[in-house]
Each structure stands twice: as structure tokens, then as C-alpha cells.
């Protein structure tokens, strides 16, 4: 090799900038259209960028307007609210748009967010890379595969920005690295802060950084082995620090979500059969970047037909000519080079998820994450293959091992100086790196068109929404458009909806067994619900039937405000306020007629809870017609330990309860100690077991 030395670097800081700025170029590039529609587009529209810009929103909605905690929400869900603990939010993301925001709008700060992301995953895998092969050239190589690899850009296309957010695993992986080898305060607290920063911006990369930890310690450990015993106590104390302060930091967030984790009903845990779809199949880390504009005709087909049908599966498609160029790192740079292989290779098998799929087809062979699955925290996530994010990062080093090994052999037998002689090969594998990476353009649309009332100020004095039907994305980025709360959502964590909310989702539309005052109105108004808005969909409903099953219940000539091609909009009926709402709880059936002329009956199981809302406290009497099926029944009328009365039931008859109800729900419960019964035994076509009939539940104030 040649003896002439490189002249030592007189503006790093210029040098940065240079490669921070041809990383933007790159983004740029790879996310084409987006970056000359800044203002009015966005990418993954038809998949989850809508609940994401809701997201963005609500951050700056809860930290500048409402000073609230930004993890729970009454604006979906609406009025119960609920957690955002789990949802997949990228909150750090979020809360770093806030003066972009502030600046541009919510749609640019978005997509510069993005763009960001894009351009320092690159600068923070090409910090690890040179600190590991001192090499510029090859680590900024590295740092465009780790950012541009087809797994980001696939998260990009599906609007998935939280998982696009990995800028700081590099960063933490650089700082552990250095902390552990016996490096200074400022690795220890780099270190934690890029955890930090990392599990903020997805739970799903902490417990990456923890894993690549505990593979790390294993190999600091191995290395020192002739020393062990003062290799363990220097690793353990070094590693339980840099813990202790990422603990700290991140307790008041792990806390709520430990509570709600170890809950009755741990709605955030994926089924096994939800893993297993989740999961890599063997061959797809093979497909050639299925979104490139010259083979994706023939690549996207065949990684879609090597997975389950229907099911959003992440690409894992590993770079050819970076293959090809570790290969040359392995070979000549074992040592240096196996630490990375073999972590690239267990990140690799975790990606493959709890069972081996070969060619779409599930051999039931168990792999390692089985293993990992038994943890509830894992079991948080259904998405093994996200795993090979890391195998990139690795797959990003070995690449700038092995062309660092390439070029100075290159320049060994050309005989010139490194710089000179290494450009020009090195820009040759660039380019061919980058031209394997290349997406065709990036589907970025406008957002969809919301109806006019939304924004002509039909709605400036409304409370909450009802939607029909369940919007879900598009819904969630339609209330950061009319700013008013709603009663549904889109969560990656799709929260169960309790019986208060269930019952106001469904209630407009019941004839059902309570007067009129003590119905559906009352709810709406007791909860400043105003309008409800019925959105076209003529795929599933192509005759309109939800339409005239509304308007059977809120006549247009009385009800409706307005009507556009995005949507219809209704006044919700007012009812007389101090009155006492009915909703019913578990255990009904469907209300039905016995006979024209008859009032409307439910049926019930064993046991049936009742709930009464009020907004103020005051002494009611309870009136209903009650009968037993079948048999006589003892019933009990309790609320919660306290046992209220004792009903004895037969044939059809009037009952009365006097309750000094507080403000809020009650929630009377029904039980028969006699079992319900079969009623096919008595030669009737119900399904469900029988024991009580309810009619005309009345509720009056005394």
C-alpha cells in the first residue's frame, strides 16, 4: 500500500456538514415526489399516515393548548377516553414537530420530520461505521444502506413513521461500544440517551438496544476472558449504571404502561397466530428490493406470495452488493468483522419470528423467539420481522469493513495515494449500492377531502361527533380537522370500548325497552354529543340501508344540517335536562316485539347490568316490567357489595326500586340464582340461554 498519509482533517465540522448534506440529497431522492410537495402531500395515506398526523397533532394539541398528558386522550374515544401508552405514536417524533408546527402547519412538519429521520439514521450509522473501520468513504456507504434500505422505505410507504424513527439506535450501539471498552462519562450518558430517545420513539427499539446489549456483553465478556472475573464486575457495574439512568429517565412512562399491562384485560397483547403472520419467511430476506422501478413488477408478487394473504408484513429484503462486499470483509477481516455477522444473524433468526416459514409454508419448526415470545413485553409486539433492523445496521458495518479492505487494495495496486485512487471505485460500488436501493416514486397524495361543514363553520358551536360508520383512519385525520372530540379511533393497540361508550356508539339507532326520556337523547345531551355525520360507503353499503335506517329515527325535514358528497351530517334530538339515563350493559339480548301492539322486550342471561347516568345527584325511582322464562326466579338487585333488593319473578309484572343515585354511572346488577335456560328445550329458536324478560324501564326523579 502506499506510504503517503492522508493530511489530518483541519474542519471536521465543514466535513460533517458536507455529509449531512448529501445524506438530505439522498432523502430527497429516495422519498421523490415528496420533497416538491412539502405543504399539501403525504406518503402511506392508504395505509396508517392518517392516524400518524392525527398523532402529530394531538401532541401539540395536549403540550401548547390544553396542558394535558399527551399518553391519554378524551378526543378519541369520546367521553370515556383512552390510553395512549401503547399506541404507536412515535411521540418523540411528535413532540419534536411541535415548532415546525408552529412554523409551517402540521402537514410540512410531518414530512420534514420524515425527511429528518431519513437523513440522520443515515449520519448516526456512519458515525458506528467509521468508528469501527476509520474509514470515510466506506462508512458513508454504510450509513445510505442502514437509512435507505428497502425496510424503511416500505415503512415510509405504508405510513409508518414511528418505525422509520432508528436514528437513534446507531447512536446508541457508537456510545454502549465506547462505554463499555472503558470510555469516558460522556459514552456512559450517550449511551443512555440514545436509549432513551430510541424506546421513545417506539418501545419496539428499546427492547432492540436491550437485546443487542445482552449480545454485546456476551462478546465484551469473551474478549477479556484471560481476565473474567474483573471483565464481569467492570461490564456489570458500567452496564447497570448506564440502566439505572435510562430507568430514571423513562420510570414515569413505564409505570402506567406496567399498570395497564398487568391489567384484567391486557388488551395490547398479540395472539401467537398474529406472530407467526408477522413473521420473515426465510426466503424473503433473498427478494430483490421489492419496490424498485425496474423488478418490482416480478419481486413485489413474489414476496407477497410467500406470506399470508391480506396481512401487512415488513419487506426484509438485505442489499445484494452489500452481501457481496461483507462477504469480502468476512474473508479478509475476521476478527474484525465476526462480532457483526453473528449479531446481524441472531437479529436475523429473531426476525423469522416463533416458528420457520419457508416458501409461505409453516414447517413448525421453533425458532429462538418462541422463546422470547413467553415475555408479556414481547408479546407487546405481533411484527418479529421489524427485527432486522438491526441485521441491517450490522449488514451497514460489514459493508464498510469490507469495502475499506476493497478500496485500500485497489489503491495498493494502483500505486497512487489513498484518496486518489479509492474515489473512483468507491463511487462506482455507491452507485451501484444506491441503484439497488432506488424506489420507484413514492405513492405521496393529498389527504382526502373532508365534508364542508367540517370547516365552513357549521359546526362552531358543536360538542362531540358520532360518526357512521366507523371512520377509523380517515376519521382520525378528520378530527384534526374540525377539532372536535369523536368516539371512535384507530389505535395500533385497538383498546376494547367499555360499556358507556359501546352503548353511545349503537344507541342512536335502538328502538329499545326505556322511555324516551331515558334514552339515547339523554345520553347525547348529558355528554354534549351534537351532531352525528353518516359517511358514504357504497362498497359495503350500496342501497343506502344505513342511510334509511337513521333517518327512520332522525327525519331529514328535523334533523339533518347538511349534505355534502363526503358526508351527511345530523342534529342529534335534545332531551330535558336532570333527567336519568338508561344504558344497558352485558348480558341482553337484541330488543324484539312478542306481538304488534306490544312494547318492546329484551331477554337477558343469569345476570344483566343496568346502568343509570345522571349529572347531578338526586333520589329517583327505578320502574320495569319484569318476567321469568320457563321457571320461577329469586333475582337479586345489587350495586356492586351492596345488596339492594330481592325480586321474586314469574309472569309479567311491575316493579319499582327507589335509588338515591350519585353523579355519574350506576350500575345495577340483575342476577337470577336459578340458571338460565335452553329455550330450544321448549321449542324455541333462541341461541343463547334465557332467564329474565325485561319491558318499558322507567326512570323518574322523586
Not at 398528558?69 to 411528535?94: E, I, K, Q, R
Not at 456512519?126 to 469501527?132: K, M
Amino acid at each position: 500500500m502506499s506510504n503517503k498519509l492522508q493530511r489530518p482533517e483541519t474542519r471536521p465540522f465543514i466535513t460533517h456538514l458536507l455529509i449531512i448534506l448529501g445524506y438530505s440529497l439522498l432523502a430527497l431522492l429516495f422519498t421523490y415526489p415528496l420533497g416538491a410537495h412539502l405543504n399539501s402531500y403525504v406518503v402511506g395515506l392508504e395505509v396508517d399516515a392518517e392516524e400518524y398526523l392525527w398523532s402529530f397533532w394531538w401532541m401539540r394539541k395536549a403540550v401548547l393548548e390544553l396542558g394535558t398528558n399527551p399518553y391519554y386522550t378524551t378526543w378519541l374515544y369520546y367521553p370515556t377516553g383512552v390510553s395512549l401508552y401503547f399506541f404507536a405514536s412515535s411521540p418523540l417524533h411528535a413532540f419534536l414537530s411541535i415548532p415546525f408546527q408552529e412554523l409551517f402547519g402540521l402537514i410540512v412538519a410531518y414530512n420534514l420530520i420524515g425527511l429528518l429521520a431519513f437523513i440522520f439514521s443515515a449520519y448516526t450509522a456512519y458515525l458506528l461505521a467509521y468508528d469501527i473501520s476509520k474509514h470515510r468513504l466506506a462508512s458513508i456507504a454504510a450509513g445510505a444502506l442502514f437509512a435507505f434500505a428497502p425496510t424503511q422505505i416500505f415503512h415510509l410507504e405504508v405510513g409508518q413513521p414511528n418505525l422509520n424513527a432508528v436514528e437513534f439506535i446507531p447512536l446508541y450501539i457508537f456510545c454502549l461500544r465506547r462505554w463499555l471498552q472503558g470510555g469516558s462519562l460522556r459514552f456512559l450518558l450517550g449511551a443512555a440517551i440514545g436509549l432513551t430517545l430510541s424506546s421513545l420513539n417506539d418501545w419496539q427499539f428499546g427492547v432492540y438496544c436491550e437485546l443487542f446489549t445482552g449480545v454485546l456483553l456476551i462478546a465484551e465478556w469473551f474478549a477479556r476472558r484471560s481476565e473474567w472475573k474483573k471483565a464481569f464486575i467492570d461490564l456489570f457495574w458500567r452496564t447497570a449504571v448506564m440502566q439505572l439512568i435510562f430507568l430514571i429517565t423513562v420510570l414515569p412512562i413505564v409505570i402506567p404502561m406496567l399498570n395497564e399491562l398487568g391489567g384484567p384485560e391486557p388488551y395490547m397483547v398479540r395472539k401467537r397466530t398474529d406472530t407467526v403472520y408477522h413473521s420473515a419467511d426465510l426466503f424473503a430476506f433473498l427478494v430483490p428490493n421489492p419496490m424498485h422501478p425496474l423488478w418490482r413488477d416480478w419481486a413485489e408478487p413474489l414476496r407477497l406470495s410467500i406470506q399470508e394473504e391480506g396481512v401487512t408484513v415488513t419487506v426484509v429484503s438485505l442489499s445484494y452488493v452489500a452481501m457481496v462486499i461483507s462477504f469480502f470483509a468476512l474473508r479478509w477481516r475476521w476478527k474484525e468483522s465476526r462480532f457483526w455477522f453473528f449479531s446481524g444473524l441472531i437479529f436475523l433468526i429473531l426476525a423469522m419470528g416463533p416458528e420457520l416459514l419457508v416458501l409461505g409454508y409453516n414447517t413448525g419448526i421453533l425458532l429462538p423467539y418462541e422463546a422470547l415470545f413467553q415475555l408479556p413485553i414481547i408479546r407487546i409486539s405481533r411484527a418479529p420481522a421489524r427485527y432486522v433492523v438491526i441485521t441491517i445496521l450490522c449488514l451497514a458495518v460489514l459493508l464498510a469493513i469490507g469495502l475499506k479492505e476493497i478500496l485500500g487494495r485497489l489503491a495498493s495496486r494502483r500505486a497512487l495515494s489513498a484518496p486518489n485512487a479509492q474515489l473512483v471505485p468507491w463511487a462506482i460500488i455507491f452507485f451501484l449500492l444506491c441503484f439497488e436501493l432506488l424506489p420507484a416514486p413514492v405513492d405521496a397524495y393529498e389527504p382526502a377531502q373532508a365534508p364542508a361543514f367540517f370547516t365552513d363553520g357549521t359546526l362552531d358551536n358543536a360538542g362531540a361527533l358520532l360518526e357512521v360508520p366507523n371512520p377509523s383512519n380517515r376519521g382520525m385525520y378528520f378530527a384534526l380537522v374540525h377539532n372536535h372530540p369523536v368516539m371512535y379511533g384507530e389505535l395500533s393497540r385497538d383498546n376494547p370500548p367499555g360499556a358507556l361508550l359501546a352503548h353511545l356508539r349503537e344507541a342512536y339507532k335502538l328502538d329499545d325497552i326505556m322511555a324516551e326520556q331515558n334514552g339515547p337523547s339523554c345520553l347525547y345531551r348529558s355528554f354534549n354529543i351534537t351532531h352525528l355525520v353518516l359517511y358514504p360507503n357504497p362498497q359495503e353499503d350500496p342501497q343506502n340501508l344505513r342511510q334509511q335506517e337513521i333517518e327512520t329515527h332522525l327525519p331529514p325535514e328535523q334533523f339533518l344540517v347538511s349534505d355534502t358528497p363526503q358526508g351527511r351530517l345530523y342534529r342529534l334530538p335534545e332531551n330535558p335536562s336532570n333527567e336519568t339515563c338508561v344504558l344497558l350493559g352485558k348480558g341482553w339480548q337484541g330488543a324484539r316485539q312478542p306481538e304488534p301492539g306490544r312494547p318492546l322486550h329484551r331477554w337477558t342471561g343469569q345476570t344483566a347490568l343496568l346502568g343509570l347516568y345522571r349529572t347531578e345527584p338526586s333520589r329517583v325511582e327505578l320502574s320495569f316490567t319484569i318476567n321469568s322464562f320457563a321457571i320461577p326466579r329469586q333475582v337479586e338487585v345489587t350495586n356492586g357489595d351492596t345488596h339492594i333488593r330481592t325480586l321474586y319473578v314469574g309472569e309479567p309484572a311491575r316493579e319499582s326500586i327507589e335509588l338515591d343515585l350519585p353523579a355519574g354511572i350506576t350500575w345495577l346488577q340483575f342476577h337470577s340464582l336459578e340458571p338460565a335456560l335452553d329455550p330450544k328445550e321448549y321449542g324455541y329458536r333462541e341461541e343463547a340461554f334465557l332467564a329474565l324478560g325485561f319491558e318499558d324501564i322507567l326512570v323518574e326523579n322523586r
